[in-house]
């Protein structure tokens, strides 16, 4: 199964996150959504949306081992996918 490779940026730090592997962009982005929205959260990405963005860095085929790199892609902002309060 070939599973991308994501990882959040803190733009205020300017460092991304350490990868994480999922089946899909959209399930990445609904982890992300469900992050930056969680009720009463003290973490900094539900505390600052604008400073976290979410981005693809490529694909990692569990059959044969091979990680395949692109240039970081802006999937989404943190900002965008915050609830109305």
């Not at 982890?31 to 900094?44: G, T, V």
């Amino acid at each position: 199964m070939i599973q991308v490779i994501v990882s959040v940026k803190d733009t205020a730090a300017q460092a991304f996150g350490r990868p994480v592997f999922v089946p899909t962009t959209a399930v990445a982005v609904r982890s992300f959504r469900d992050e930056i929205n969680r009720p009463d959260s003290k973490e900094d990405m539900a505390q600052h949306p604008s400073d976290f963005e979410l981005y693809e860095l490529g694909s990692f085929d569990d059959s044969n081992g091979v990680i395949e790199v692109i240039e970081p892609r802006l999937v989404a902002r943190a900002k965008d996918l915050q609830d109305s309060k």
